[in-house]
Structures are given as C-alpha cells and as structure tokens.
C-alpha cells in the first residue's frame, strides 16, 4: 500500500516537472521570436523597403527649383535677354557727334535751317578759310555731307571733298549750333594760276538751295580751281583729319 503511494507521488512530481519544463520552453520560443516582430515593425517604421523616397529625393527636389531659375547659355537671365532684343531694336537710335541722340524723327538740315558764313584762316597767303555753318532753326538737325562749293561761274565743277575728315559719327546741330568745314583755297604760291574771288555758293547736302556766301576780306580771296579742296561738316576743326 505504502509502494503505491510512493509511486503515485513520484508520478505526480515528475508529470508537474514535465508541465514546467514545457511551459518554459513555451515561453522561451515566444520569447525568441518577438525580436524579429519588433525589427519588421521599426523597419516598416524607418520606410526602408517599403517603397518611400529617402531623404535624397529631397536633393531632386531642390534640382528642379534650381533648374526654374537657371541661365541661358549665355549666362544670362530671361530678364536680360529680353533687354538685349529691345537694345537690338535700336529704339534708342545712335549718337551724333554733339552727344545728342539721333533718330529717324531727327531732320536734316536744309539751306532755310543754317546761316553759312566764311573767314580766312591763317596766313597771309591766306590758302584755307572756314565755312561755319550756325543752326538758325530753333529745333535740332543732321548736317550730312560735306557743302558741296562753286568758287567761280567758269568752274562749275563742286569742290571736290577730302574723304579723310569725313566724321565718324552723323553731325547733329541744336538749335544755335555751329558747325565748321576747312577749304583749301590754293597752295600760296605766286606762280598759280589763281582768280580772284568775292563770293561764291555752297549747297547742303540733299537740298538743291544756293546759299550766296560772301569771301572774306575787302579784295576777296585768291582761288587756284585745280588745287581748290574741302572738307566734310564737322562739330569742330581736327588737327590732323582736317589738314590738306
């Protein structure tokens, strides 16, 4: 009777120290696996495999602003761009040689806008004079050319023009501006052949008006037709440019 027991307790204590080792094991093998729950949470959490941009989609984000606001390539903004068309339109027109801006609206000057006179220059021999030609309009003009000059009634050939003084850029006279043209009479020399002269005309480029314009001095001036010369309209006389 007393085995039975002995056995019956034996059996009791080995199956609860079964149900323990089990429930252990249980509890181990949950305990193994959470790990690898928490890691596919935290990396679901991060946004890594799971299709969402990492921080370097930020960077194309910027390159796009960028690439708004980029140069030509010229290196210039559209801005610019826009003002080097309006420069190319020439709305502005160019500069005449006064400074001041010639545009299309600006006339020409006609023999009714200028008061042409003539002085000696030099001398004596006196072998160059210079025609002055004042704005007398009251609105500014373009003096084109060079005065186109008939010393004598024999000689109906105009003076012919030196192209070395011909100015850069168009002469443009305000209103009470003068504008000046050197003449070569003659060479001085009394072996010449040489008329005397008192008055003689001069018409402006474009405008078919003889201006009468009287020789300087009380005898006049002494012209050689063959060695007779003239210079363009220039804002002044240049060393140089003007010496013939």
Known sequence: ??????????????????????TACQSDADTKSAPA????????????????????????????????????????TGSKGSKGSTAAGGSAGTTGSSGEQVTASTPVCAARDVTVTAATQDGPPYTHLVLTAKNTSGHSCRLTGFPHIQFLESHKQDV??????????????????????????????????NEPVSAFSVMLEGDSTVIAVTAPGSGGIAVDPAKALTGYWTPELRNGADDF
């Open 1 to 22: 009777m007393n085995t039975l027991r002995h056995r019956s307790a034996l059996l009791a204590v080995a199956g609860a120290a079964l149900v323990l080792s089990l």
């Open 37 to 76: 729950g928490t890691s596919a949470s935290a990396q679901a959490q991060d946004g890594k495999g799971t299709g969402t941009s990492d921080p370097a989609g930020s960077t194309d984000s910027a390159g796009s602003t960028g690439s708004s606001t980029s140069t030509g390539p010229n290196n210039s």
């Open 160 to 193: 012919p023009a030196v192209a070395k003084s011909k100015p850069a850029s168009p002469v443009v006279l305000t209103a009470g501006a003068p504008a000046y043209a050197l003449v070569k009479l003659s060479d001085g020399g009394v072996d010449e052949d």
